[in-house]
């Protein structure tokens, strides 16, 4: 079981009736994942399995706004959930059972998606995507894709991370106690520096060059990095247990300026003064530099909100949510199968692909979540996701 997805929010020095909301927005976020990918599937600019893009810019742009909006927080905020459970778990447990814990429940599920699962979509796409008339046995005899972590890039970053604490721990014994929660001010300052280190970042690592075979973007890792080590101060601050929505009342009103104001504006940059989208994404550039900083600034302020608010409009009890909050690492896994495999059948649907992508982002989130469901179902297998 996966501490961010499948680690119920009762566990460690959080009581169930505080911090329900937790198990609620990691659905959220699990269903946002397969909607970023269905999104980058039809018309979005990233990295997938199988391309069908739209030509229409009326329906391009909304769509890169949508991908550059989700990617400034959600992956990020997967990784400050994680950290909220690490600490706690790590007392109990102790470090031998702790290590030998995160190998078992990390590991495997990295194994099985880079030798199944992907080698099965690629050869789906390869077969059906590309129309090559082969057999998969004859796809698997030239096959040399083998190490192909592919979303489970953020396993192993976490796995990564989680060590790097261990040893830190052991080494430093650094006291995170009796930190304040960060004010409105606090955070947007805190924001705005990250933005500045995601900028130098890419000056040498743009956004899209990938770590092989690792899967890493060095680009996003700034964020990821720090979102990590905040999970762990506030979770030995018991941070969310003291979040209010009167810290960041202000959020949803900036965040909303900032997408539908900050983000045009940004991108205006490339229409009138013709500046290519690489200029964006890395290197010394103007774009570069207020791409990180709007990309730094809503992401956290995003987190900051989602949290507020959901401590106070989500934390009720839900069975239903119970249960898609339990398979959620499951389905964080599967769901590439589903995306694919659902791309594929409407493949020669003579229709606008951002059609198709109103068609195949619910169909996915809701064909994920009950194989996910079913998964968590298999004995012995329910104990790694």
């Given at each position: 079981m996966h501490p961010s997805f499948s680690q119920s929010a009762s566990a460690g020095q959080y009581p169930n009736s505080?911090?329900?909301y937790i198990d609620h927005l990691k659905v959220l976020l699990t269903a946002l994942v397969i909607v970023h990918h269905?999104?980058?599937t039809y018309g979005a600019p990233g990295g997938w399995y199988y391309f069908e893009k739209t030509q229409s810019a009326g329906a391009t742009i909304p769509m890169t706004m949508a991908v550059s909006v989700n990617q400034s927080f959600f992956m990020g905020f997967f990784f400050f959930l994680s950290a909220?459970?690490?600490p706690g778990s790590l007392k109990r447990k102790g470090s031998a059972v702790f290590i030998k814990d995160r190998f078992f429940r990390l590991g495997i599920p990295v194994i099985?998606?880079?030798?199944?699962q992907a080698t099965i979509m690629n050869f789906l796409v390869y077969r059906y995507g590309q129309n090559h008339d082969i057999s998969f046995t004859q796809f698997l005899s030239g096959y040399d894709g083998w190490i192909d972590v592919g979303v489970l890039w953020f396993v192993l970053a976490l796995l990564l991370f989680t060590l790097f604490y261990l040893v830190w721990t052991r080494i430093a014994k650094p006291d995170f106690k009796d930190l304040p929660l960060p004010s409105l001010q606090q955070i947007l300052v805190f924001a705005a520096v990250l933005g500045l280190i995601t900028f130098l970042t890419r000056t040498v690592f743009a956004v899209g060059w990938v770590l092989q075979p690792l899967g890493f973007q060095p680009g996003h890792f700034p964020q990821y990095i720090a979102m990590f080590v905040f999970g762990l101060i506030a979770a030995e601050n018991q941070w969310i247990r003291q979040i209010d929505r009167q810290h960041y009342r202000k959020l949803t009103i900036f965040i909303f300026c900032m997408v539908f104001i900050g983000f045009p504006l940004i991108f205006s940059l490339k229409i009138v003064f013709g500046q290519p989208l690489e200029w964006f994404v890395g290197g010394w550039h103007m774009a570069a530099l207020l791409y990180a900083f709007w990309e730094q600034i809503i992401g956290i302020s995003i987190m900051a909100a989602l949290l507020a608010i959901g401590k106070n409009k989500l934390n009720v009890h839900s069975r239903f949510m119970d249960k898609m909050s339990r398979c959620a690492f499951a389905v964080y896994i599967i769901h590439p199968f589903v995306l694919v495999v659902l791309s594929l059948l409407l493949k020669d649907w003579a229709i606008d692909p951002a059609v198709k992508f109103l068609i195949v982002a619910p169909l996915g989130i809701?064909?994920?979540?009950?194989?996910?469901?079913?998964?968590v179902k298999i004995p012995r297998v329910n104990q790694v996701v």
């Open positions: 505080k911090v329900l269905a999104l980058v909220l459970f690490i099985y998606y880079s030798l199944i809701i064909t994920s979540f009950l194989l996910g469901y079913l998964v």
